[in-house]
């Protein structure tokens, strides 16, 4: 819970140093004060997540247009008509996830979703709902460097044949809640893939949000 404590308030830190070095361009004394609270938030964030400094550093140093925004992970919930979700086993670390990644620029969250199971699986998807919008800081997933919101998004399958191994994934299945492989916990963890059954058994469940 420390941990976890610090890690707020450095992120939180770097927020604000992010706004002040944006707002404070013809300042250059308040600047180098923002600067420096900046940097120590970078050290204090490469400990207490492993990553390394330079990683970190450039991350904020290419967000610096303001103010600091969360980062946003789209998940694409799936399932087989025996009621088992579709799961992908991601190369960096040899764990399991949900199909997804980060939003990216110029596309919906559907779009992503679509395209993040064809990429992963080579399966094609129509979006169906919106089940979840989570605040990453509220569930176990290990520390990070950055402030992340998750979007998960049911999907129905219209086409495609799985393809076992893509650029980032070495193998897809559909797993029972019972029979769970190691999960990928920075992408998902237990409580949340849980609760995507409990929308698979009632699909009238209301959106979840954080």
């Known amino acids: 819970m420390q941990n976890l404590t610090l890690l707020s308030v450095a992120k939180r830190l770097q927020a604000i140093a992010q706004a002040g070095i944006f707002y404070s ?5 308040d600047r180098e004060r923002y600067e420096e ?23 904020f140093t290419q967000e610096r247009d303001g103010y600091q925004t969360p980062k946003v992970d789209i998940r694409a919930v799936v399932f087989n008509d025996s009621g088992e979700i579709l799961m992908v086993k991601e190369k960096v670390d ?13 596309y919906t969250p559907a779009e ?11 399966l094609d998807v129509k979006t169906v709902r919106l089940l979840g919008v989570f605040d990453k800081k509220n569930h176990p997933h290990p520390p990070e460097g950055w402030y992340v919101y998750k979007i998960f998004i049911l999907c129905e399958k ?6 076992q191994d893509t650029t980032e994934t070495s193998d897809i299945q559909y797993f029972s809640l019972k029979n769970l492989p190691p999960l990928s916990e920075p992408r ?23």
Not at 25 to 29: A, N, Q, R, S, V
Not at 38 to 44: M, T
């Open 37 to 59: 609270i900046s940097d120590l938030s970078v050290q204090i964030l490469s400990q207490l997540t492993d990553e390394p400094i330079e990683k970190i550093g450039n991350l």
């Open 158 to 163: 219209t086409g495609g044949e799985i393809s």
């Open 112 to 122: 992503v979703a679509v395209k993040e199971v064809r990429e992963e699986t080579g």
């Open 188 to 210: 998902n963890v237990y409580n949340q893939v849980k609760m995507m059954f409990d929308y698979g058994n009632n699909p009238s469940k209301e959106v979840y949000f954080d």
């Open 94 to 106: 040899g764990c399991w996830s949900l199909p997804g990644g980060w939003a990216d620029v110029g």
């Open 25 to 29: 361009e013809d300042k250059p004394f």
